[in-house]
């Protein structure tokens, strides 16, 4: 994220969005952060926006470091340990954007910081006061008992999807992407998107995405050949890449879910055919230089 993206936020708080400006004490953040982590993860998601005035406009951003010395603890990681006395833990990510030109609406010293609080699908989620808060409009309410055990029952029910790189079972030299379902419950009318495409899509059948699959269950996951596992690099175009995924349980409600991709850390070494037939040769010839051994040592005992 950019300064420029902070120019698309709304004006005023939603149930996606919550403002708090840079004037906000660090006790009160640390509360504020904890609560919006709970509410926002039991009420599908949304951003805490840390820096940014109530009518979502850049008031100067908070220092980079707490306190006034220097070389103190950096806000990011003290955002994360504050974030991680909310449980269970839920996905996040913190954007910080600094002062990037003349103009800018960042003070030199501070950030604007931006909590993404992704969908959760472990839900209810209690703050760091032993309470559970859902996001109601633009304010963030503590929850009944019966919405906690609403949320705990759903947590049971929802179908979960996510996405796995991995060899393809059958065909150990090509690379695929699987969109499997973590619970018993199916997910229905599944859109799968990529973002890029990689280069072998692509070019062969740009136009078939996204993808639409009527139903993805425990019994029925979905697999995709993206490149063959020699010279995948190239196959595929790029370091990173992005898989989105978006359905509905049998209620008609809606959920949707990113994985980011990165081949080079979430695939196993693998050696193609040439390699292989490298190392089977290698192995011929250690052999019958030891069977040579073992004959001339024989000879040379019955001599």
């Not at 660090?26 to 949304?46: E, M, P, T, Y």
């Not at 030109?101 to 030199?108: F, G, L, V």
């Not at 996510?162 to 199916?186: F, G, M, Q």
Request: hydrophobic share 35%; glycine share 6%; proline share 6%.
């Amino acid at each position: 994220m950019t300064e420029d993206d902070l120019l698309e936020l709304p004006t005023v708080e939603t149930d996606r969005y919550e403002y708090k400006s840079s004037k906000i004490d660090d006790n009160d953040l640390r509360s504020k952060i904890q609560k919006a982590a709970s509410a926002f993860w039991n009420s599908g998601g949304g951003y805490l926006c840390v820096g940014i005035d109530d009518n979502g406009k850049i008031d100067g951003g908070m220092s980079l470091t707490m306190g006034r010395k220097v070389g103190g603890e950096s806000r990011q990681a003290w955002i994360d340990k504050t974030i991680h006395e909310v449980q269970p833990q839920g996905p996040y990510q913190i954007h910080v954007i600094k002062s990037e030109k003349t103009d800018s609406s960042i003070a030199s010293d501070c950030a604007v910081f931006i909590i993404e609080f992704k969908e959760s699908p472990v839900p209810p989620h209690m703050s760091g006061d032993k309470k559970y808060y859902i996001r109601a409009g633009e304010h963030s309410f503590p929850a009944s008992h019966f919405i906690v055990e609403a949320l705990r029952t759903k947590r049971i029910q929802s179908p979960i999807l996510r996405v796995i790189p991995r060899v393809a079972l059958r065909k150990n030299h090509i690379i695929e992407i699987a969109v499997v379902c973590a619970t018993s419950e199916p997910a229905v009318d599944v859109s799968i998107d990529f973002r890029p495409l990689p280069t072998l899509l692509n070019k062969n059948s740009a136009r078939s995405f996204p993808i639409k699959v009527p139903l993805i269950d425990r019994q029925n996951p979905f697999s995709l050949d993206i490149a063959m596992y020699s010279g995948y690099k190239e196959q595929v175009g790029v370091d990173i890449f992005e898989v989105i995924v978006s359905y509905l349980d049998l209620a008609g409600n809606y959920y949707t879910y990113a994985e980011s991709i990165e081949p080079d850390r979430q695939l196993p070494p693998h050696f193609n055919g040439r390699e292989i037939d490298l190392v089977v040769n290698a192995i011929d010839k250690l052999t019958d230089k030891v069977d040579e051994f073992l004959d001339n040592l024989s000879t040379s005992q019955l001599t």
